[in-house]
């Protein structure tokens, strides 16, 4: 028997290999219309459409709006709510610190001040960026925890009551507290103040426009957590079992 030529085995293994990648390009082509149904119906059954669970979950978000509005204008009431407005005012000031560090800036001291508020000193940094960053940074994260709170496995229902109140406060911490600083005129200054007499505008309409802003975090926590979680109690409750099972 003649020896194989190597010149024509390796032609063959050529045209094996052209005819395999032709074979799979057609392939991918025949199958990506299927792909792509699949993936528009994933998506179109995550609808916006709020069931039983969520329902609850959005009637204690309203519950606690109204239990925190009150409690904030209630004159004895009002400190009930010190232990967790302490802890909004230091997401507050949490969000002066972490901006002045991003961009250059270095932060000096961080004050809690019980009756005032909280107060940072920074030395550098972007100040159009740093001012509006602890009313924005409170109501973020306000906003993830709200949205955590919408799923067992993203926030246990032990800690799923503490973090809807935390979240609903600090995402409406901003508004609160502009009205106390600019509306009521509690105090002197605010990052508003500042804000404005640097770049310009009014307080006020600054004040307004980060409470704007402020209460869509909430809103897009609220729609996020309806599209992302819509199991059932039950369902959330037997997911559960399987990450940090209680």
Known sequence: MAPANPTTARQTLAR??????MVWKRAAILAAPEVARATHHALAR???SVNSTQG?????IAAYVVAI???WNVPYLRNILWPFKMLTVAFHEFGHAITACCTGGRVVSITLDPNEGGATLMKGGVQAIT?????????LIGGLLIFCGFN??????????LGLFLGVM?????????????IMRKVNSSDASVFAQRYGGSSRCWGLIWVFISLCFMA???VAGIAAFPQSFSEQESDSQKFLPT
């Open 16 to 21: 094996a290999s052209n005819v395999a990648n």
């Open 220 to 222: 897009i926590a609220i």
């Open 69 to 71: 509005a009150i409690l």
């Open 152 to 161: 067992i496995n993203a926030s246990k229902i032990a800690s799923m009551v």
């Open 170 to 182: 600090s995402a409406l911490y901003s508004a609160w507290d502009i009205c106390d600083d600019l």
């Open 131 to 139: 001012l509006p960053a602890g009313y924005l940074g409170s109501s």
């Open 56 to 60: 609850v979950t959005l009637g204690v």
């Open 46 to 48: 995550r609808d916006l």
